[in-house]
């Protein structure tokens, strides 16, 4: 997945969970907290070469869950629900990274200190046709840009989204 599959379909994820109980969302924060992994890890896998995969550190169980974990912890002490929500968009895009497809980065350090290759580098030259080819890759993107798309029209007008986090 690239972008509109993480960002639409954890924001979908959110809603119907902010649907199903009394939290209110600030949806920026699912959105960054959506590519956060890939903000991360992309451009240090580009920058190092020693880097085995565009997956590693921020791409872990470990992050996810230490971030969930500061998430629960502000809430129950009255701290709102961004860090939680930032925390669940974070797990939302490894698990539609299907990371544990690689054990060893996903569960790091469990399975040792090393993270292993995920074809990145594959991935970054041939990402056309992925596109045109995969629908493990088209379906999604394509399932997300609708529900982003929706979300834009959603938004209302005057920037209250960059204001308040609210599309609805």
Same mark, same amino acid.
């Given at each position: 997945?690239?972008?509109?599959?993480?960002?639409?379909?954890?924001?979908?994820?959110?809603?119907?969970?902010?649907?199903?109980?009394?939290?209110?969302?600030?949806?920026?924060? =699912?959105?960054?907290?959506?590519?956060?992994?890939?903000?991360?890890?992309?451009?240090?896998?580009?920058?190092?070469?020693?880097?085995?995969?565009?997956?590693?550190?921020?791409?872990?169980?470990?992050?996810?869950?230490?971030?969930?974990?500061?998430? =629960?912890?502000?809430?129950?002490?009255?701290?709102?629900?961004?860090?939680?929500?930032?925390?669940?968009?974070?797990?939302?895009?490894?698990?539609?990274?299907?990371?544990?497809?690689?054990?060893?980065?996903?569960?790091?350090?469990?399975?040792?200190?090393?993270?292993?290759?995920?074809?990145?580098?594959?991935?970054?030259?041939?990402?056309?046709?992925?596109?045109?080819?995969?629908?493990?890759?088209?379906?999604?993107?394509?399932?997300?840009?609708?529900?982003?798309?929706?979300?834009?029209?959603?938004?209302?007008?005057?920037?209250?989204?960059?204001?308040?986090?609210?599309?609805?």
């Amino acid at each position: 997945m690239v972008f509109f599959g993480h960002v639409g379909l954890t924001a979908a994820a959110a809603r119907l969970i902010e649907n199903r109980t009394a939290a209110r969302i600030d949806y920026r924060v =699912v959105v960054f907290g959506s590519m956060f992994p890939d903000v991360i890890d992309k451009p240090l896998f580009m920058l190092f070469s020693g880097v085995p995969s565009g997956r590693f550190f921020t791409h872990t169980l470990l992050v996810a869950l230490a971030l969930l974990g500061v998430g =629960v912890y502000r809430y129950v002490r009255g701290g709102g629900t961004g860090a939680l929500a930032f925390g669940g968009a974070v797990l939302a895009h490894d698990l539609l990274d299907s990371m544990w497809v690689y054990p060893r980065s996903f569960f790091w350090p469990l399975l040792g200190w090393g993270f292993e290759p995920d074809g990145s580098a594959d991935w970054l030259t041939g990402v056309a046709g992925i596109f045109l080819t995969n629908p493990a890759v088209y379906v999604p993107e394509a399932a997300g840009a609708c529900i982003v798309l929706y979300m834009g029209l959603r938004v209302r007008s005057g920037g209250a989204f960059f204001r308040t986090g609210r599309y609805h």
